[in-house]
């Protein structure tokens, strides 16, 4: 299929970004991270191809705060839970009907269930997300919702 | 001095993720309900622990490479989680 | 100084633990559930004695390939029979093997402090500023040249326990993996990264902890994993440029060596070009050090081309 | 400072002990997997803290590494459990492959 010269100039920007994260921007390194670039944009192209599972990286910044915001009440649930002399879990599975694409952005929906609090993804079946709670009591449904929609704000278009 | 501080602050919340999350990895009853504690609680730790070695980093590129380290073992838990939960699930666990 | 001393104590309590249970271990998985965190902790033991070029080595062979090597391995044997829990006699040739190498180390005299100021000394002429690499791919270079020739050997050896209708066939079994699923997604995702760290480590060898077999074993494990999560196919063993990435990197040491008798001796490299020949061999030895490691935890062929 | 730092790895080797304890005594594999990859997470942690220690860049480049191949003893776990050890744990159901 043709490549878009411009996801992949934008690829080849990232991993060059990252040799310099990783070298801390030597100067002798720079013709290796160009090469490395270049190997790095031809198999994420051959691997990923430009066309599908597009994300607009740029919108990432927005979502953020969220993101760690949920990640550390995640933590917080569970170790509160823990420790907690009675353990107060009550484990089972709720299925959920996502209206996001398969691959990167599901997986990605999955992903970050899995770090935020109360719920595990255990991938697909059918199409539907496998969720494991620790509480199926709580409104699991809606907050799954929300963060359905700020994946949805990542895709394009 | 400051900056010290705030890396003694992060690193020990760090370890006391770390510490919740063994501590439901040994008392959660279940498989998946310990895979929910190892997953969340420990890279809340790692984050932490990177959070606070980055005030110390000499330079812009080493905090970013702290980061780097973080995303990777983000990427590989959320993976993980998935992968080892439908595995279990398709062993009959409940 | 006595938390660093308990951290030392405690690393040291761990790693003896965990070897003695994974020898003891009554079953084949724990056993190898047991070897993967033991390679974690040595990684570390060598970070603690200043040796994190051998930390990095073992750190990608354990997490990366041996793992996922033992898993499918004790996974196939599950079918063998388990092995009697205790044989006295091969207990005791063990005990004698390990009493006796124990005694050869201790009575070595050691000329202290051996060979480190001489590395320091030549380390200038070496082209390279990491110690061990110039050890490695100069001053010592003959070892790693007939190491790099014993991989290649070895997977001869895998290839040869291939039947006689499969012998050029494609290693491995066929992956079935759900598209766009997880394991999928994360395949596709990886390898590019890896592809970057990899390249990052064979290069920062020249001047600090890396190099080509760190590097190869990284390389190995992400194309593994893009292979294991079906995006990438292993080519058919026959596959002419395949073979010749897997004496690329030997072949060029050795050519390297012979352009040496040139200058002096086999071996050894004008301290001026010395740089650009070990990059050359470190470049081209990850190459074939990753496609040799890889093919090697894939197996015989086992499907026709 | 150090010596805080010291302490610090102290207490996640005791967490990796008692994982490894799980790793040991299962009882499900999922477990002792689950073990081995809290374990490399806190080997992570512990580079990381290593790497303030001894100040050393490649004790980071240590870390980036085991955190780069952090799920491959899972990886070929999951990959280990169908029959032929290609399988994947979403098809094992047999359903929509």
Avoid at chain 3, 41 to 70: H, N, Q, Y
Wanted: with cysteine; net charge positive; proline share 6%.
């Amino acid at each position: 299929m043709p490549a878009s010269p411009l996801i992949l100039a934008k690829r080849f920007a990232l991993f060059a970004a990252l040799w310099l994260v990783l070298t801390a921007g030597a100067l002798d390194g720079l013709p290796f991270g160009a090469a490395a670039a270049a190997a790095a944009t031809w198999t994420s192209h051959r691997l990923l191809p430009a066309d599908r599972d597009r994300l607009r990286l740029h919108r990432l910044p927005a979502i953020l705060p969220r993101f760690l915001w949920g990640s550390l009440s995640g933590g917080l649930d569970v170790a509160a839970r823990a420790l907690r002399p009675r353990m107060p879990i009550r484990p089972g599975w709720v299925r959920y009907r996502s209206a996001l694409p398969a691959g990167l952005p599901l997986v990605a929906l999955g992903g970050e269930l899995s770090l935020m609090p109360g719920t595990l993804a255990a991938g697909t079946r059918e199409g539907d997300l496998l969720l494991h709670c620790l509480d199926v009591g709580a409104d699991v449904v809606s907050s799954v919702a929300v963060e359905e929609q700020r994946i949805r704000g990542l895709v394009a278009p | 001095m400051i900056a010290d501080a705030v890396t003694v602050l992060l690193i020990g919340a760090g370890l006391f993720f770390f510490v919740a999350g063994t501590v439901g990895f040994v008392r959660f009853p279940d498989v998946h309900s310990r895979l929910h504690a190892l997953t969340k609680a420990d890279n809340l730790g790692l984050g932490l622990v990177v959070l606070g070695a980055a005030l110390q980093a000499p330079d812009a590129a080493t905090v970013l490479k702290l980061v780097l380290v973080w995303l990777l073992t983000l990427a590989a838990a959320a993976t993980v989680a998935q992968l080892l939960a439908r595995s279990a699930l398709e062993d009959g666990a409940p | 100084m006595i938390a660093s001393a308990a951290f030392d104590i405690l690393l040291c309590l761990l790693i003896v633990t965990v070897a003695v249970g994974s020898v003891a271990a009554r079953d084949l998985f724990g056993a190898v559930a047991l070897y993967i965190v033991y390679g974690l902790l040595l990684a570390i033991g060598w970070v603690r004695l200043g040796a994190v070029d051998v930390g990095l080595a073992e750190g990608a062979i354990g997490a990366g390939l041996t793992g996922v090597l033992l898993l499918g391995a004790a996974a196939r044997l599950k079918a063998a029979p388990d092995p009697p829990r205790l044989r006295i006699v091969p207990l005791l040739l063990c005990l004698a093997v390990s009493l006796g190498l124990g005694a050869a180390v201790l009575s070595l005299s050691v000329p202290q402090p051996g060979l480190v100021p001489l590395v320091q000394e030549n380390l200038a002429a070496s082209g390279v500023g990491n110690p061990v690499t110039a050890v490695l791919l100069n001053f010592r270079g003959w070892d790693t040249l007939v190491e790099s020739v014993v991989l290649v050997v070895a997977l001869v050896g895998v290839w040869a326990l291939a039947p006689d209708d499969l012998w050029d066939g494609r290693p491995g079994a066929a992956q079935r993996v759900k598209r766009d699923a997880v394991l999928n997604t994360f395949g596709r995702l990886l390898p590019p990264v890896g592809l970057m760290v990899g390249i990052y480590i064979v290069w920062i060898g020249a001047y600090a902890p890396g190099g080509a077999f760190q590097a190869g074993t990284v390389l190995a494990a992400v194309w593994l994993l893009a292979i294991m999560a079906g995006v990438a196919e292993p080519p058919p063993v026959r596959r002419p440029l395949w073979r010749a990435l897997l004496v690329l990197g030997p072949a060029v040491f050795l050519l390297a060596g012979l352009h040496g008798t040139l200058w002096g001796a086999f071996m050894s490299f004008a301290p001026a070009k010395a740089k650009t020949m070990i990059m050359a061999i470190e470049f081209t030895l990850t190459l074939s050090i990753a496609v040799t490691l890889a093919m090697l935890v894939l197996g015989r062929p086992r499907r026709p081309a | 400072m150090t010596d805080l730092l010291y302490v610090a790895a102290l207490v996640i080797l005791a967490n990796v002990a008692v994982s490894a304890w799980r790793v040991l005594h299962g009882p499900a594999r999922a477990d002792r997997i689950m073990g081995a990859q809290l374990i490399g997470t806190s080997g992570v942690a512990l580079l990381v803290l290593l790497y303030l220690i001894h100040g050393s860049s490649g004790v980071l480049d240590l870390a980036l590494l085991l955190a780069l191949l952090a799920a491959f003893a899972a990886v070929g776990y999951v990959k280990s459990r169908s029959a032929d050890g290609a399988g994947d744990p979403e098809v094992a159901g047999g359903e929509d492959p």
